[in-house]
Nanobody
Framework: QVQLLESGGGSVQTGVSLRLNCLAS????????MAWFRQVPGKEREGVAL????????????YLKDRFTISQDNSKGAVNNTVYLEIARLNPEESAMYYC?????????????????????????????WGQGTQVTVDS
């Protein structure tokens, strides 16, 4: 059973950097990729970053790649690994619920990587494992 648990969100000031954490109780060789998504109530979900399992290849929404960094730490063992999303210089428009998700489907991972940064109701299809989310609120 795959379990994902996000943490690291909170209420911060504009311009502050933040690191979100996703503790994944799943061996990395089971999942093909992990990704971070965000969603504001009333708006479509948006994928912001994606990393292929093993940490070698990373994808970003084009307009975010200079401020967002996704990484994966497998040093604590195969069963529990952590995926991080570091966000620099947050702005109020980025207030959202941030979710991490995992997929075992290579095609879903690669298709999602191509549409990062595009809010759409179909975003996240093929990702069968989701965390409960961590809220980020950026005060102006």
């Amino acid at each position: 059973q795959v379990q994902l648990l996000e943490s690291g969100g909170g209420s911060v000031q504009t311009g502050v950097s933040l690191r979100l954490n996703c503790l994944a109780s799943v061996p990395p060789y089971v999942t093909y990729c992990m990704a971070w998504f965000r969603q504001v109530p009333g708006k479509e979900r948006e994928g912001v970053a994606l990393i292929l399992s093993g940490g070698g290849v990373r994808y970003y929404a084009a307009y975010l790649k200079d401020r967002f960094t996704i990484s994966q730490d497998n040093s604590k063992g195969a069963v529990n690994n952590t995926v991080y999303l570091e966000i620099a210089r947050l702005n109020p428009e980025e207030s959202a619920m941030y979710y991490c998700a995992a997929s075992t489907i290579p095609l879903a991972c690669l298709a999602t990587a191509k549409v990062l940064g595009v809010p759409d109701r179909r975003i996240g299809l093929g990702f069968h494992y989701w965390g409960q989310g961590t809220q980020v609120t950026v005060d102006s």
